[in-house]
Nanobody, 120 residues
Framework: QVQLVESGGGLVQPGGSLRLSCAAS????????MGWYRQAPGKQRELVAA???????NYADSVKGRFTISRDNAKNTVYLQMNSLKPEDTAVYYC??????????????WGQGTQVTVSS
């Protein structure tokens, strides 16, 4: 069984920074795409950023130049460095990963979510 555990959310003032982490654990053979999504109240969940195992990244237009996604394949961990935060970045942030387990078929997994609130 695979689990994704996020950390690093919290309350920050506009213009501030936060760093989210998401560690995958369990019987893992490999992880392909890892990413961050977010869902604000009353809105659909949206992709924030994604990173392939080889390093290529993809960002939502709204966060380009402010957020940076990275990963440590040895630790099965993905990070999201968020700078110049705006009130509209307020949402629950979810980690997502395409995992191939040591045994059985690959699957897509979600973390439990971590709240990010940007407010003065």
């Amino acid at each position: 069984q695979v689990q994704l555990v996020e950390s690093g959310g919290g309350l920050v003032q506009p213009g501030g920074s936060l760093r989210l982490s998401c560690a995958a654990s369990g019987s893992i053979f490999s992880i392909n795409t890892m990413g961050w999504y977010r869902q604000a109240p009353g809105k659909q969940r949206e992709l924030v950023a994604a990173i392939l195992s080889g390093g290529p990244t993809n960002y939502a237009d709204s966060v380009k130049g402010r957020f940076t996604i990275s990963r440590d394949n040895a630790k099965n961990t993905v990070y999201l460095q968020m700078n110049s935060l705006k009130p509209e970045d307020t949402a629950v942030y979810y980690c997502n990963a395409d995992v191939t387990p040591r045994y059985g078929r690959g699957n897509n997994y979600w973390g439990q979510g971590t709240q990010v609130t940007v407010s003065s």
